[in-house]
């Protein structure tokens, strides 16, 4: 990557891909450990959600992962239009929705989203 602690905090965008690549690998970790898998989601409405969590209990979660605090809303209400969007009927309901962040506190939102710091993902 040629890259050091210096260029990557200058580059918040970089910063938030690598951030949200360790996201993915921890959830990932997590989730084979209990027989699940990740995905991506992206649909022909370019809505989408940064990880999927299924297991084979046909069990679901959609994640988005926001490095920054003012982010959260976004990822947010992306998540709940793809709620809203799903077939729960085919699929079920969300087992939850979950905004991963760089942030210190964790905490459920009104609309029912879990805001989660990265620190808090451990088993």
């Keep these: 990557m040629r890259a050091n ?7 918040f965008n970089y910063f ?6 360790l996201v993915a690998r921890d959830l990932r970790v997590y989730a084979q450990a209990v027989d699940g898998e990740i995905f991506h989601y992206r649909d022909k409405d370019n809505l989408e959600a940064d990880l999927v969590i299924r297991l084979n209990d046909d069990r679901w979660a959609a994640v988005e992962v926001k490095l920054g605090r003012k982010e959260i809303e976004d990822g947010a209400k992306h998540l709940i239009e793809l709620r809203n969007k799903v077939d729960t009927s085919k699929v079920g309901e969300p ?4 905004v991963v962040t ?6 459920r939102r009104n609309d029912g989203v879990f805001v989660v ?3 808090c993902l451990r088993d």
Excluded at 5 to 11: P, R, V
Excluded at 16 to 21: K, M, R, T, V
Excluded at 102 to 107: E, N, T
């Design 95 to 98: 087992s939850f929705l979950m």
């Design 16 to 21: 938030g891909f690598l951030f949200e690549s």
């Design 5 to 11: 602690a210096d260029s990557i905090l200058d580059d």
């Design 117 to 119: 710091p990265i620190g």
């Design 102 to 107: 760089g942030g210190q506190f964790a905490y």
